[in-house]
């Protein structure tokens, strides 16, 4: 993983190959032990001495790990990657917003409301 930030309502993941996705939506990183973090846990205090900063959190959890496999689903349209026993899923919550959005290279897919992903080229931009 290259990167993960947050700006304003949106995440950001940027992939070691150049891909993007993005999300105004839930994410979470599940570990052998269960949900490691959630993007709704950023800037609570649970009573640490600071916020909890999701996106450091979910960096060092997949820090080093490759790609072993992604998954998406096709009825409800999460998207999962899986580093070993490291699970980065995106979550589609809605039957009318868009959950999340990835560039590779040429390639864009959207994740629309209800689960539906659709495919965007360069000739339909």
């Known amino acids: 993983m290259a990167g993960i930030e947050k700006m304003d309502y949106s995440w950001f993941f940027r992939l070691d190959d150049g891909s993007v996705i993005a999300t105004e939506s839930t994410w979470r990183i599940v570990g052998p032990g269960g949900v490691v973090v959630a993007s709704g ?14 996106a450091d959190v979910a960096r060092k959890e997949i820090a080093g790990l490759a790609v072993t496999r992604c998954n998406l689903d096709l009825r409800t349209g999460d998207l999962n990657f899986e580093f070993g026993s490291v699970s980065l ?8 917003y868009e ?3 990835t560039t590779h290279g040429t ?3 959207t994740c629309i ?10 000739e339909q931009k």
């Open 41 to 54: 846990d950023h800037d609570q205090w649970f009573g640490l001495p600071a916020p909890l900063n999701a």
């Open 89 to 96: 899923q995106f979550l589609c919550l809605s039957c009318g």
């Open 99 to 101: 959950s999340w959005r």
């Open 107 to 109: 390639q864009d897919l």
């Open 113 to 122: 409301g209800g689960g539906e992903v659709v495919e965007f080229g360069p």
